[in-house]
Structures are given as structure tokens and as C-alpha cells.
Nanobody, 122 residues
Framework: QVQLVESGGGLVQAGGSLRLSCAAS????????MGWFRQAPGKERELVAA????????YYADFVKGRFTISRDNVGNMLYLQMNSLKPEDTAVYYC???????????????WGQGTQVTVSS
């Protein structure tokens, strides 16, 4: 079992920045994808960004391209999401997701964090 704990959410004004972190612990293993999903009130959960084990392959949803950057530190079992130029529509609960050989908008990893709230005020 792998445990994921997110941190770094909060309230920020439009145009501001936040950095989300996700700490993985437990029976971690090599080779798995990690990603960030988000869910706004009344909307379905959606993939924001994903990254492979090496960090050499990344995916970004169109609505965050050029603004968000995903990265990972396999030594420290950490996943990050640097969010710049935040918009009110980025307001959502952000979830860390891990596991499996790929994470796509239709394929999720096995493990989930509890989520961290990001609120962007206009």
C-alpha cells in the first residue's frame, strides 16, 4: 500500500502562484506514473498533469499548459506542481495520484491522496 499526502494548497489572488507537494510513503516502488487531478464543485475530476518515472515524459491539460509545471523527486518520494498565473477557474481540490504504467485523462493510478484545496480569488 502507498500513502499519498498533499500539501501547499491555500487562498491566492488571481495571477499569483502556489506550489503543491505530494509525499509518498509506504510500499513505494519504482517505475510508476504520478499525476495531479482536480475537482471543482459540481464538476467531474479531471487530469491536470502527469509525469513518468524518469521525469522525461510529461502530460499537461490544455487549460494549464504554459502555467503549471509538474516535477518529481524519486529519491525523496515527492511529487510537485508549480502553479503560476493562477485563475479563478483553477479553484478546486487538487489530488495526488500514483501507480501504474501510465496516467491519462481516462486512466488513473491506483493510489490517491486526500486532496488539498486551492482557491483563487478574482
Amino acid at each position: 500500500q502507498v500513502q499519498l499526502v498533499e500539501s501547499g494548497g491555500g487562498l491566492v489572488q488571481a495571477g499569483g502562484s502556489l506550489r503543491l507537494s505530494c509525499a509518498a510513503s509506504g510500499r513505494t516502488y519504482s517505475g510508476y506514473f504520478m499525476g495531479w487531478f482536480r475537482q471543482a464543485p459540481g464538476k467531474e475530476r479531471e487530469l491536470v498533469a502527469a509525469i513518468d518515472w524518469t521525469g522525461g515524459s510529461t502530460y499537461y491539460a490544455d487549460f494549464v499548459k504554459g502555467r503549471f509545471t509538474i516535477s518529481r523527486d524519486n529519491v525523496g518520494n515527492m511529487l510537485y506542481l508549480q502553479m503560476n498565473s493562477l485563475k479563478p477557474e483553477d479553484t478546486a481540490v487538487y489530488y495526488c495520484n500514483a501507480g501504474g504504467r501510465r496516467i491519462t485523462p481516462s486512466i488513473q493510478g491506483r493510489y490517491w491522496g486526500q486532496g488539498t484545496q486551492v482557491t483563487v480569488s478574482s
